[in-house]
Every structure is written in structure tokens, then in C-alpha cells.
């Protein structure tokens, strides 16, 4: 069986009858750094084409073991396909294997060769040509091993990796799934790398299990506007026979290339021995990171030897920056105070159909939609997610609060505390480096521990990471909250009062989880809690609550109102996603499990400052309408915006309903504004009966200092017509890896484009080209149901770069019904080169040109006859208007 290695370029996406190229793509990093040309180290993508199989079987990791009857699949996999009301514990749980088949290539004798997976769910093992060589515990962290001296050249090597998912007490988080409230889906579901290096080269930390070693560590020191201290360690391995004398060499350069910094450290390192090396760069006049600026330079680090040649290094994007927390003096940055509260969200790894096995891309995009949002912070609930998001995070200037594996769980027997404190040790190592870590939280979420453990996880934080701008949390009603210089507690509701009397001006607090509000917690009835698809009134009523509800309760008035002291919250939760003990998803999320909007998704970034920023993420005025003005609306109109004053126009006797904002001295910086007793159904009856529905229609209006800055409007939706089709991929190329995945979204619309939010169609997709569908009808993913006007489905690439078409109809089609859509996407390059079997790609499920879901295409004559008979059944339908206007009421 052939080792293939396969190029591919970089992707683009088409939407119909345009070509739209991405301004920017984001990049992700491998095993922790990111690939340095002529370096001598090469990076390649393990992901493609694993055989499968969901359950145990003896015997699976010898070489000779017959594999040919499983499944094929590629990386992230996260063992099944899932509805997207998938809580309650009806994902899988229990032993899954994974066989990988590829020939090594000839250029790679003699390297040091590692497998690093991103992470395993539960626990694992890896076997390499039926070889042991190692066993993990625990889902979230980095599983690294070190093939150099097992491979088989010239010949078929197999990967086997045992996993099982399954309850287990014995390593965190512990808990029963069925008693837990998120999930903990299966399988490799993170991605997997081969690393190729010569045999003197940085170590990976995760590997090498040094306190505060291994690798490139990069800290900080006296930050400020005018210099700041950039602290290097690397280290440097020599698994060659000779000794090694050679020099460490960095060079640090701003975004745009231009070099800032270049020193280099003399190393000598014995054969089967390591070197620590120690450096410090001063950088004057930094450009410093932050939420607002986030601005990343990038490290290059070589190993040179005594005739300069590189013989090994990488790349890392870094963010110079220091965070203090300064108990009654809050929270400061860059050696300044930070004037505003800092506002955020938790996150599960979770996402529609695919569960916990999503791709770097769509980590990305969340990151991008919460920036967006205006948030700031977000917090890992509650374990080390993606490296990937973590990328996006340095990127787009969101700070993260790191946490440990667990929710609500103990076990006394001493093997769980030092699984817990293996955890706490990697996740430094691992994240250390990245400039969005705000602080870590080290405890286990929501757990009776004993005394002593609280303690223990802030030592071990504080050994790993030695340098200044290291802080630990810890909720202030668990035990051993006196070791820590951050609590996690709630302002009081109005906000005034709090710290009056019960903060301690040593500490600095922080609401790490608000917005929940259930009847009980096994009901879980709410008015947080609020599915997309309930409509207006629900998510009206969501919006509110974490805005500033009548009653008292954390919102984010409440957040904006409590002195320095308590530096801000996470909203619990961003995104909707699956739970175990509970038979509903939680729907608190500010947007579905499609990260399809909800009214309090743009409640938020009606927060945002309206000046207009040149960044990944959107700045500016903006202004929302929440409201559909559909038969069974409210006659009262909800308006988002973020400008000095806000102009609502419905055409009611030709009376304009205006609103200026107040000035703004305290509490959330945009009210949320209602206009009583503006839409009347009756008013949008008489003008349709006149034939002057154009005219109909409501138009919100932000303006600044006079000028008209932001503009919305919405319009009744009238006859269901035509099905529109649009890609939700935040400007980011789909990559030809067989991995990378976009959301393509179909929705029910009017002639002139106007969303039917009210209907019970279902949607079918056919896909042609270099892309399939993931899910099918069995988990209503295809035909998908219409929800909220829209249904959502996921394409993915094949290990191909080409075209994708899309071709989306209602279920049931008849000469009145609305008009298919076609849209045509374009995947191009993965990063990194792709090692499979080609005879094993082949197999992968709905890899064919053609997607096998017994839905069939249509022609591009069949949807312009479609399109064509549309059109003349739309003068009949005049006779038929015509006649029931005739004989039926006659209103004014």
C-alpha cells in the first residue's frame, strides 16, 4: 500500500455569479508553532483516511489485523453524526478504534519523527505497528509520541489507537455524562500531526515533562508604553550520537516584517542530553496587545551549528503585554488602567451535527462572531479547548480564562489528584505562550475538593509559569479561596452597593458565569433559555433579561455599575450546545448550534463602541430592528443600536417616531429602546389591499452628531417564492484537507428577498463536486426542517481542491412552490501536506464526486423551466387575487 503526499492550495470561496476573496485568512499553528521554510523541520497532516470501527475488538492494533470492513474516516472525527437536539445522553459512549495505514518516504530516515494528536476524548492508546507506546487519561490535552524508532521503511506501517469515552472516575472530569451538564463526545477529536526534525531541535513541552521547561516559554516583564522585556527560555535537545555546539538564535519582527530584535545564545549539548537556554530582548516603544490593538509579532527561533546551518526552528506569534489585577484598584493592562468592565462569554467545544469534532476554521469563525459581538473575555468552560481557538483569540483580541478539566466532581483515591494535577501542568505548557491567557483557573469547577487542593493547583500554576502576569481564580465560596488573588463572585444586583462592606481591597473579583436564570435546576424552564426557532416574544424577552431585566438579577447593566473592583463577567452561554443530564440542549446560547443569530446576539453588539476600527473584527455604529412585523407581532418595536440617537420610521399616517439617547452616565452603554404602539397589522393590511405593499415597511436610523451613521430596515414577508441560499464562513477559505467544514445556509423567502420567517418546510440539498454533506435524513441534517425561515447545513471539502455546488429545494416541490437555489463554493490548499492511503481516501463516506443522499440534482434547464413556469404561474395568480378581492372583505 502507497504512502501518498498530497499539495493542495489554499482555498476560495464563490458565491453565484461573484467571486469573493477573503481580505484575510487566519493560520493556525501545529504541535504549538507554526512552520519556519528551510528550517529542517516539516509538519504533516495525520487527519485523512482512518479506518473506523464504534466498539470493542480484540486484536486491532497488530499490523496484520484485517481492517477492511471498517469504516473510513478523516480527522476531527467525532465518532457519529448528531442531530441537533442532541442532550440527553443519546451520543455514544464506549471503546472505538482507529487504524491509520501510510508508507513513510525515504526522506525522512534519520529524523526525529513525533505524533502529536491535539487531543483523544477519554482514555486512550497508541500503538504503532502493534507496538504500545503510550497511555493517556483525560480528553483535552495533548497526547505526544515519539515513532522515530518503530517505523518499517519501505513498507505499510499501521497506527492503532485504542479510545473509550466511557464514565470513569478516575480522571477528571469523572462525572457520569448522565449527570453532567455538558458532553463529553468521542473519539480523536482534535487534529493529528506528524513532526519531522533533525535530531537536535526544540522539544515540545508536552512531551517532555519539564516545570516550566520544554520548548519555547516566552514571558514578560516591566511592560509599558516606553520598553518591555521579552523573556526567552528554550530547549534544546541532542538525541544525535556526536555532541553539539552551535548557538540559539531570535529574531523578533513586527506584523509587517521589520526586524526589532536578533540576539543568539551559545549552546553545547552531549549526545541523549538537553540544553535550557535563557535570553531577554528589551523592545522599545512596543506595540503592545490588547483587546482593542491586538497586535502580534512574530518570533523566529533557529538552531544554528558551528558552520551556521539551520538545523532546526519555528515560528511563534506573540503579544507583548502585562495584566495585574490590583484588587480595589481592578484590573490593568499594559501597565494602564482598564476603564471599562471587561465582558465575555463561556464556550463549549460544540457545534451542530459534528459535536465536539470541529474544525479549525469554524473555531475561528466563533471567535470572529464573539469579537464582533464585542466581547472581550471568554471563559473555556471548563476544560483546555482547540488550539486553534486559542490562535484566533491572540488574533482577534479576546482574552481567555484557561480552565482545568471537571464540573462538580471528587474522587478521594490519590490516582484522580494527580491526574488533575498532570492536567493543570500541561495546559500551562501548552498555552503558555499565548497572548489572549488572562488568567488560569486551575480548581475544578463547581467541586467539594479537600483543603488542601486549592492550594496545590495555584503552586503548580505558579511553578509553571515563574514570571510576572501570572494569575490564578478561584470561585469565592469554595474552599481554598484564600490562596487566590481573584475571585469569582456576583456584584450585588443593582449594582451600587457592591464592595461596601465585603470585598477584601486585596482582591479582585469577577463574575465568571451570569445570565442563567431557571425555575429549578431539573426543570431548567427559563427565560434565558430560549430556542431560535420559539420567535420573536422568547427572544425578546432573552435579550432582555441579560440586558437590564425588571427584576434583580446579573445582567449587564448590573456589570456596568459596580466600582473598579469587579472587573466584568461571562455571560453564560455563547453558543447553544448539548448536554447530558438534561433532555434539552441548553438554549441560552446568544446563538443557535449553527451560530445562527438570536435577537441578544445583536442586544450585544449594540454595547460596542460606535467608532469605526480598521480590525479583523467589526467596530462601528450599528443599528438592529428586532422585529419581523409578521401578522402576530408585538405592536411594539425593540431597537438595537450604539449611536447618539435612534430614528424609527413606520409608515403610520406618515408620522416618523424618533428617539434621542441620552447621555449615558452609568450602567450598560445602550439601553435597550422600545417604541410603544408602533406596528399594526391592520395598517400593513390596508396598504397590501391598496397594492402599495412596497410602501410598508419599518426603517431604524442611528445617527452621531446629526448625521445619519447606521441604517436597518425590515419588510413584511409576503408569498414564499424562491429559496435563497449564502455561505456563513466569515470570510474564510474552505480548505481542500477532507476536514474543514462551512455552515451553508438556506432560507424561504419572498420575491424581493425579505426572510419568511413563519413556515414548516424542509429543505433538501444535493452537493456536486469536490465537497459532501455531513448528516443525513436519519438526523434530519438532510432534508433539514426550516427553522426561524432558515436550515442550516454542513459542507465539507474532500482531499481534492475544486468547485462545490449546492443546490437546496423544498422538500415537496409543485408548480406553486418556492424556486430552487443553487450556490457554488471553490476549496483550494490545505497548509500542510496530507499523509493517506490513497486507497483508504477513497473509501471516505460521501467522498464521491457525487453526493450520495438519493436526493438528485437538477439541471440548469430544469431551474430555468422552474424559474420560467414561476413567472407565468404569477400572471394566473392575478385572476385568482383578482376574484377574492371581488367577493371577499372589503376593509378599509
Not at 507496538?131 to 522515530?148: A, C, M, Q
Not at 473575555?377 to 483569540?393: G, S, Y
Amino acid at each position: 500500500m502507497k504512502r501518498i503526499i498530497h499539495f493542495i492550495l489554499i482555498s476560495l470561496l464563490l458565491i453565484p455569479s461573484c467571486v469573493v476573496q477573503a481580505s484575510h485568512q487566519p493560520e493556525f499553528s501545529t504541535a504549538g508553532f507554526f512552520q519556519l521554510p528551510n528550517s529542517g523541520r516539516e509538519v504533516f497532516s495525520m487527519n485523512p483516511a482512518w479506518r473506523f470501527y464504534k466498539g470493542a475488538v480484540e486484536g486491532a492494533e497488530a499490523t496484520n489485523f484485517d481492517d477492511a470492513e471498517w469504516t473510513v474516516v478523516s480527522l476531527p472525527n467525532g465518532i457519529e453524526y448528531l442531530p441537533t437536539e442532541a442532550s440527553g445522553c443519546i451520543n455514544y459512549q464506549g471503546e472505538v478504534w482507529y487504524r491509520k495505514h501510510f508508507t513513510p518516504a525515504d526522506a525522512l530516515k534519520g529524523k526525529k519523527l513525533f505524533l502529536h494528536f491535539e487531543a483523544i476524548m477519554g482514555k486512550s492508546k497508541v500503538f504503532v505497528n502493534g507496538k504500545l507506546l503510550t497511555e493517556h487519561f483525560g480528553g483535552y490535552l495533548p497526547v505526544v509520541v515519539d515513532i522515530s524508532d518503530v517505523l518499517n521503511w519501505g513498507e505499510d506501517n499501521v497506527i492503532a489507537v485504542w479510545a473509550d469515552n466511557s464514565d470513569d472516575k478516575t480522571y477528571p472530569p469523572g462525572k457520569a455524562q448522565d449527570v453532567l451538564d455538558f458532553t463529553y463526545f468521542g473519539g480523536i477529536y482534535r487534529d493529528c500531526w506528524l513532526i519531522a526534525h533533525n535530531p537536535v531541535f526544540i522539544t515540545d513541552p508536552n512531551f517532555e515533562n519539564e516545570v516550566a521547561g520544554g520548548g519555547l516559554f516566552v514571558a514578560y516583564d516591566k511592560v509599558s508604553d516606553a520598553s518591555a522585556e521579552v523573556l526567552l527560555k528554550a530547549h534544546v535537545r541532542n538525541d544525535s550520537r556526536k555532541a553539539f555546539t552551535g548557538v540559539v538564535e531570535y529574531e523578533l519582527q513586527q506584523p509587517d516584517g521589520t526586524q526589532v530584535a536578533f540576539l543568539n545564545d551559545k549552546i553545547q549539548v552531549r549526545p541523549g542530553k538537553a540544553f535550557t537556554s535563557k535570553d531577554k530582548i528589551t523592545v522599545k516603544n512596543p506595540m503592545l496587545w490588547s483587546p482593542e490593538t491586538p497586535t502580534l509579532y512574530n518570533l523566529i527561533v533557529r538552531i544554528r551549528d558551528r558552520e551556521g546551518n539551520v538545523v532546526d526552528g519555528y515560528r511563534r506569534r506573540i503579544g507583548i503585554r502585562s495584566v495585574e489585577f490590583k484588587g480595589k484598584d481592578g484590573f490593568w493592562l499594559n501597565g494602564k488602567p482598564y476603564e471599562s468592565p471587561l465582558i465575555g462569554a463561556n464556550r463549549h467545544q460544540d457545534f451542530a451535527v459534528v459535536g465536539n469534532a470541529v474544525a479549525n476554521s469554524i473555531h475561528w469563525r466563533d471567535a470572529k462572531k464573539l469579537r464582533d459581538a464585542g466581547m472581550k473575555v471568554i471563559r473555556n468552560a471548563h476544560c483546555p479547548q482547540d488550539p486553534a481557538f486559542m490562535d484566533a483569540c491572540d488574533e482577534l483580541g479576546l482574552f481567555v480564562i484557561v480552565n482545568t478539566p471537571g464540573w462538580q466532581f471528587w474522587n478521594d483515591a490519590p490516582e484522580f489528584a494527580q491526574r488533575v494535577y498532570s492536567d493543570i501542568r500541561n495546559l500551562v505548557r501548552r498555552d503558555r505562550n499565548h497572548a489572549c491567557v488572562w488568567m488560569w483557573e486551575p480548581i475544578l469547577n463547581e467541586t467539594w475538593y479537600p483543603e488542601d487542593f486549592a492550594k496545590n493547583t495555584r503552586d503548580i500554576v505558579d511553578q509553571e509559569y515563574p514570571y510576572p502576569y501570572c494569575y490564578s481564580g478561584c470561585d469565592s465560596g469554595a474552599r481554598g479561596r484564600e490562596h487566590f488573588p481573584i475571585l469569582f463572585t456576583h456584584p450585588s444586583y443593582d449594582g451600587k452597593s457592591w464592595g461596601d462592606k465585603d470585598a477584601d481591597p486585596k482582591i479582585t473579583y469577577f463574575t465568571r458565569e451570569w445570565g442563567d436564570n431557571v425555575d429549578d435546576w431539573s426543570s431548567h424552564n427559563s427565560p434565558s433559555r430560549v430556542a431560535r426557532n420559539w420567535g420573536e416574544q422568547p427572544m425578546l424577552i432573552q435579550a432582555q433579561h441579560y440586558a437590564n431585566p425588571t427584576y434583580t438579577f446579573t445582567c449587564y447593566d448590573a456589570l456596568y455599575r459596580t466600582p473598579r473592583q469587579h472587573v466584568g463577567g461571562c455571560l453564560w452561554h455563547s453558543f447553544d450546545h448539548q448536554r447530558g443530564y438534561h433532555p434539552d440542549p441548553f438554549y441560552g446560547g446568544l446563538m443557535d448550534v449553527f451560530r445562527q443569530p438570536k435577537y441578544s446576539y445583536y442586544m450585544f453588539k449594540a454595547q460596542r463602541s460606535p467608532q469605526k476600527e480598521e480590525r479583523l473584527f467589526e467596530t462601528g455604529p450599528m443599528v438592529y430592528i428586532a422585529h419581523e412585523m409578521t401578522p402576530f407581532s408585538s405592536k411594539d418595536v425593540t431597537v438595537y443600536f450604539n449611536c447618539d440617537e435612534v430614528r424609527l420610521t413606520f409608515l403610520k399616517d406618515g408620522k416618523t417616531y424618533t428617539y434621542n439617547k441620552p447621555v449615558v452616565k452609568e450602567g450598560m452603554p445602550s439601553p435597550v429602546i422600545t417604541f410603544p404602539d408602533v406596528y399594526d397589522f391592520m395598517t400593513d393590511k390596508a396598504m397590501s389591499r391598496k397594492k402599495k405593499q412596497d410602501e410598508v415597511f419599518l426603517r431604524a436610523e442611528g445617527l452621531i452628531d446629526g448625521k445619519v451613521v447606521a441604517t436597518h430596515e425590515v419588510h413584511p414577508a409576503r408569498r414564499p417564492e424562491k429559496v435563497l441560499l449564502w455561505v456563513d464562513n466569515e470570510n474564510v477559505n474552505l480548505k481542500a484537507d477532507g476536514s474543514d467544514f462551512v455552515t451553508v445556509v438556506a432560507a424561504i423567502a419572498d420575491k424581493n428577498g425579505n426572510i419568511k420567517r413563519l413556515n414548516n418546510y424542509y429543505v433538501k440539498f444535493h452537493v456536486e463536486g469536490e465537497g459532501r454533506i455531513l448528516g443525513d435524513a436519519g438526523i434530519l441534517a438532510n432534508p433539514a426542517p426550516v427553522r426561524w425561515g432558515t436550515a442550516p447545513v454542513l459542507i465539507q471539502s474532500t482531499l481534492k481542491p475544486g468547485k462545490i455546488k449546492i443546490t437546496a429545494s423544498v422538500l415537496f416541490e409543485g408548480s406553486q412552490m418556492p424556486v430552487s437555489a443553487v450556490l457554488e463554493l471553490e476549496s483550494y490548499s490545505a497548509a500542510h501536506p496530507l499523509v493517506y492511503s490513497e486507497k483508504d481516501a477513497a473509501l471516505i463516506a460521501g467522498s464521491s464526486s457525487l453526493q450520495s443522499t438519493g436526493i438528485s440534482a437538477k439541471s440548469a434547464a430544469e431551474l430555468e423551466q422552474e424559474q420560467l413556469l414561476k413567472e407565468q404561474n404569477a400572471q394566473r395568480l392575478k385572476e385568482v387575487e383578482q376574484q377574492q378581492e371581488d367577493f371577499g372583505e372589503k376593509s378599509k
